[in-house]
Each structure stands twice: as structure tokens, then as C-alpha cells.
């Protein structure tokens, strides 16, 4: 999806509330769920809703990307049955479009690389503008080195990237995740050792474990510095259907949707 939307933009207006616009590259018309209007619906509903900032709820932080919701507003805000949203929702789960975290009351949807192409740059279209971005680029290009561009690109590889983003998105609330360049440095020692694959679902598992108990996260590095990924991973119980929650039967219900690929 990513590549669908990185490029040029055109705009979509927010609603009353929701000052501004959001980016939409013309190539999400070769997205593989634009056929169907219900996934676009709610991804594009997500999209305009998901915050622009971090902003402070109920004493937790909802970052950037994400938006905090419910089946039912969903469904009242799309005009979407809650079936429709549970079933687009597994759909855009499953090519990792958004990631979906529940508790007890609400669930926060994240959508992924939001920031790779919702970033704060505007497209500039006057010719006047556009003469003073090519100076700005010119000046940046005598000041930036090619040697530091490539420093400031290659310092972190995509899979560490990739596992500061999930560990960020799936922490649970108001745990801190600690200073990336010291997660940084003790992953390149876990990975002369270790797969990458082997360290992420070492630490998926250790993420799910702390949302079944409510436990509070660590610091990334100090679950990569105590964790013994050597160790097999231990698949936890799960909740009985008379257990869970409303909002967990919901996601029980999308993940086995996206595991049967169906919907």
C-alpha cells in the first residue's frame, strides 16, 4: 500500500473538526483492495481520522498514525455494518495495511509507515516556490556531504526499523520504550547470533504475553539485553470464548478471518 501513496498527492479536505488534508497517491488505484468499496471505505476513514500529532488520551499517549475506536463508532461513522468493518478490518490486517491493539474499553488502530507518507512536507505548485525550493536544495546539497546523507540513511537497517515500529505500535499503555540507538547497538549483537525472524517473534511473543496479563512493557533494550532468545517460545493460553471481552471476541473473530484468509 505503501508505494501507492508515497509519491504525488492529491487532497482530501477533513470534515468540520478535522482541519487540513491527507495525501493520496492516483496509484491507489492499482491497490489490490480497491476493488473493494467497503476496505477503501474504512482505510480511507482511517486515514482522515488517525491523529497528525501525539495527543494525550486518558492518560496514555495515542501517537502519530493512530486513532482510537470502537466497532461500533466505526460502524456508525462509515455508514459500515459491524460485520462489514470486522471483515475489512481482517482484510487490512492481513497485508499489513494497520495493526489493531484492544483494551478493555476502546481498541487503537495504527496505520502502518503512516509517517513515511503522511509527512509534513508540502508539495510546492508556484513557480515562485518552486524557484526557492530549488535554491533550498542547492544550498542543502553544499552543505549535507554525500558521506553524511549515507551515514544519516544506513544507520538503522530496515529490520531493526521494522521492530522499533512494532514494539512502539504494540507497547502497552504508558510504557515507555526507552533510546533506540541502545536498542540499536544490542540488536546488531543479538543478530550476529540470531535470525532476525528468531528475534521478532521472540518479541512479538513477549508483547501478546504482556497484553493477555496487563503488564506493563519494558524498554526495548532491556528486554533485548535480559531475554534468552535461545530458548523456545512458549505459546501462552488463551482467553475461552466465556472469557473475553466484547472488543477481544471482535479481534478474536479478525484474526481467525485473516488466518483462513477469507472475508
Given at each position: 500500500m505503501l508505494k501507492h501513496l508515497a509519491k504525488m498527492s492529491i487532497f482530501f479536505l477533513g470534515a468540520s473538526m478535522f482541519?487540513?488534508?491527507?495525501?493520496?497517491h492516483r496509484s491507489l488505484l492499482d491497490w489490490e483492495w480497491y476493488h473493494d468499496i467497503k476496505?477503501?471505505?474504512?482505510?480511507?476513514?482511517?486515514?482522515?481520522?488517525?491523529?497528525?500529532?501525539?495527543?494525550?488520551?486518558?492518560?496514555?499517549?495515542i501517537k502519530r498514525g493512530q486513532h482510537v475506536t470502537s466497532i461500533s463508532s466505526l460502524s456508525k461513522e462509515t455508514g459500515l455494518t459491524g460485520q462489514q468493518i470486522r471483515t475489512a478490518l481482517s482484510k487490512l490486517i492481513s497485508t499489513?495495511?494497520?495493526?489493531?491493539?484492544?483494551?478493555?474499553k476502546y481498541r487503537i488502530l495504527t496505520i502502518n509507515n503512516y509517517d513515511k507518507y503522511q509527512n509534513n512536507?508540502?508539495?510546492?505548485?508556484?513557480?515562485?516556490?518552486n524557484k526557492t525550493t530549488i535554491n533550498q536544495q542547492t544550498n542543502n546539497k553544499q552543505i549535507t556531504t554525500p558521506e553524511e546523507c549515507k551515514n544519516v540513511k544506513?544507520?538503522?537497517?530496515?529490520?531493526?526499523?521494522?521492530?522499533?515500529?512494532?514494539?512502539?505500535?504494540?507497547?502497552?499503555?504508558?510504557?515507555?520504550?526507552?533510546?533506540?540507538?541502545?536498542?540499536f547497538q544490542k540488536y546488531?549483537?543479538?543478530?550476529?547470533?540470531?535470525?532476525?525472524?528468531?528475534?521478532?517473534?521472540?518479541?512479538?511473543?513477549?508483547?501478546?504475553?504482556?497484553?493477555?496479563?496487563?503488564?506493563?512493557?519494558?524498554?526495548?533494550?532491556?528486554?533485548?539485553?535480559?531475554?534468552?532468545?535461545s530458548e523456545p517460545i512458549e505459546k501462552p493460553r488463551?482467553?475461552?470464548w466465556e472469557e473475553m471481552t466484547p472488543d477481544e471476541r471482535d479481534d478474536?473473530?479478525?484474526?481467525?478471518?485473516?488466518?483462513?484468509g477469507r472475508g
Open positions: 482541519n487540513g488534508w491527507v495525501k493520496i476496505v477503501v471505505r474504512l482505510f480511507l476513514h482511517l486515514l482522515l481520522k488517525a491523529n497528525h500529532k501525539d495527543r494525550k488520551f486518558e492518560g496514555q499517549t499489513n495495511e494497520i495493526t489493531n491493539k484492544s483494551t478493555n512536507d508540502e508539495t510546492v505548485t508556484s513557480t515562485s516556490t544506513n544507520k538503522y537497517t530496515d529490520a531493526f526499523q521494522h521492530l522499533w515500529e512494532f514494539y512502539k505500535n504494540n507497547s502497552q499503555p504508558n510504557s515507555p520504550i526507552g533510546e533506540k540507538k541502545k536498542a546488531s549483537a543479538l543478530v550476529k547470533e540470531f535470525s532476525d525472524d528468531i528475534i521478532f517473534k521472540h518479541v512479538e511473543a513477549y508483547l501478546n504475553e504482556c497484553k493477555r496479563t496487563d503488564t506493563k512493557t519494558k524498554h526495548l533494550v532491556t528486554f533485548l539485553n535480559q531475554h534468552d532468545f488463551e482467553k475461552t478474536a473473530y479478525i484474526a481467525m478471518a485473516v488466518k483462513q
